[in-house]
């Protein structure tokens, strides 16, 4: 079975800049995550996804952060324009629906550096 | 909603001796418990996982957790540390009723030869 993946591995973008995040999740998983992994810190979940329908967006930060997953399959994750406060690891995660199958697969996650 | 608290945010022991790494939850509704572990530069891999059934959850590479309710507490134990196990390792909680998982800050376990 294939993992979650994402791209690109690596990004220094200039602050003031935009960049934009890809992630597959495994297929037949209608939950997807996105979090944001601070260094020294735990993942803050950014948004999740049921299906292409967003479930919780409260600690995304709308003014400068998008995401979608048009078709209910893969997503993007946009910044725009991207801060310094922003450099950190953006992991994507899916999950399937079923309330029985409980655990979050993850990707091995985008470091964003933003200088 | 639910959170989750690890107590130590780095945990140091000698090769061979008992590894604990603690985790208090909070939900207001039946919750499932995951520890996860992440190594340099990867995403994070699930090591054990409580979904209500037995109380004490047996994860890979020899981990192990329990689930005490009375304490909300599901702290992650290994009875003999090997160098391969230092890590970052992380508490999440979910409720049982939908996919919301929030983390907990981490604990950087470090083993000493």
């Known amino acids: 079975e294939a993992g979650v993946a994402q791209s690109p591995r690596y990004k220094i973008i200039e602050k003031r800049q935009s960049v934009a995040f890809w992630c597959n999740p495994i297929?037949?998983?209608?939950?997807l995550y996105w979090y944001q992994q601070i260094l020294g810190q735990g993942p803050k979940l950014l948004i999740q996804?049921?299906?292409?329908?967003?479930?919780?967006d409260s600690q995304l930060p709308k003014d400068r952060f998008s995401a979608e997953r048009l078709k209910g399959v893969d997503s993007t994750l946009k910044i725009q324009p991207a801060k310094l406060e922003d450099s950190a690891v953006y992991l994507c995660?899916?999950?399937?629906?079923?309330?029985?199958?409980?655990?979050?697969?993850f990707g091995q996650g985008t470091r964003l550096t933003v200088v | 909603a639910q959170s989750v608290t690890q107590l130590g945010s780095h945990v140091s022991v000698s090769e061979g001796a008992l590894v604990l790494l603690r985790c208090n939850y909070s939900s207001s509704v039946p919750p499932y418990l995951f520890w996860y572990v992440q190594y340099p530069n990867q995403g994070l891999q699930l090591l054990l996982k409580?979904?209500?059934?037995?109380?004490l959850v047996k994860g890979i590479n020899g981990f192990e957790a329990e689930f005490k309710k009375s304490e909300t507490s599901f702290h992650l134990t290994k009875p003999s540390a090997h160098m391969s196990d230092a890590a970052e390792y992380f508490c999440a909680v979910r409720p049982y009723n939908n996919n919301d998982m929030r983390f907990g800050a981490g604990t950087r376990l470090t083993v000493k030869p």
């Open positions: 409580y979904t209500s059934a037995a109380t």
């Open positions: 995660a899916s999950s399937e629906r079923d309330r029985w199958v409980t655990e979050a697969f």
């Open positions: 297929s037949g998983h209608a939950t």
């Open positions: 996804f049921q299906n292409n329908g967003v479930v919780d």
